[in-house]
């Protein structure tokens, strides 16, 4: 039987070509067949939608206090956050005037390893600075 009245049997090379941007499964028989002419696999082509999920994503808050020092927040937003000093020192100016601000937007596991940065750093140094994340 010739290849081109079978229209949904694909010897290898064509399957190979097809399979890069489709998953190709193997169909009844386990991807051999009779009439495969000896040239390797048939299959079924089916399209396939890529299982990805985009992360949630935490915002990570500082909140004011009336005893860190001032120069103390700067220098954990620049060290945690990976921020410049003029913008650490916008953030710190922020949590003292509104009481709460934005460090940085992180998926989960990040942002709770910077929350935990923070509160330890806090702690080490006998600081009342807090340091929370929320779901944005
Ligand atoms: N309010 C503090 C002070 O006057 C400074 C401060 C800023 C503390 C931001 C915490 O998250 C904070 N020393």
Redesign the pocket.
């Known amino acids: 039987m010739s290849e081109i009245s079978k229209p949904f049997a694909l010897t290898a090379p064509l399957a190979r070509d097809l399979a890069v941007r489709s998953r190709l499964s193997a169909g009844p028989g386990g991807g051999r067949s009779e009439d495969d002419g000896g040239e390797g696999q048939v299959g079924v082509v089916t399209k396939t939608r890529p299982k990805t999920k985009k992360p949630s994503l935490y915002r990570v808050l ?9 120069e103390f ?1 700067i220098l954990i937003v620049e060290q945690v956050f990976n921020k410049s000093r003029e913008e650490a020192t916008s953030i ?1 100016w922020h ?2 005037n509104e009481g709460v601000g934005e460090c940085g937007v992180y998926p989960y596991e990040v942002a709770e390893t910077k929350v935990t940065q923070v509160m330890d750093a806090a702690r080490r140094n006998s600081h009342p ?1 807090q340091c929370v994340m929320e779901k944005q």
Do not use: C, E, G
């Open positions: 500082l909140l004011n206090d009336d005893y860190t020092p001032m927040v710190m949590v003292h600075l």
